[in-house]
């Protein structure tokens, strides 16, 4: 998840969908996968599978967060991340 600064609503689909675009770019040259993504105005989720001979810290770049969804199912992961209030 990245979220905007002071939570301000900036983005719109098209916005999204770059992003998306950049996202799944990058996943494929750290050799990982984009599953799924999906935003609304002032946030993104992205749940992304990578193998453990990748360290997070070389993913995600300085300052951002990123969590683990551990023992959660992979299906409650994907709904939650589709019933995002993505823009039009």
């Excluded at 998840?1 to 719109?12: A, E, I, L, P, W």
């Excluded at 999906?38 to 995600?60: C, Q, T, W």
């Amino acid at each position: 998840m990245f979220v905007t600064k002071y939570r301000k609503g900036v983005f719109d689909d098209a916005m999204l969908k770059r992003c998306e675009e950049i996202m799944r770019e990058v996943c494929v040259g750290f050799e990982t996968e984009l599953r799924e993504f999906n935003g609304e105005r002032d946030h993104v989720h992205l749940l992304v599978h990578y193998p453990p001979k990748i360290a997070l810290s070389k993913l995600i770049p300085r300052s951002y967060f990123a969590g683990s969804c551990g023992g959660a199912p992979l299906t409650v992961i994907r709904q939650y991340i589709e019933g995002q209030q993505r823009p039009l």
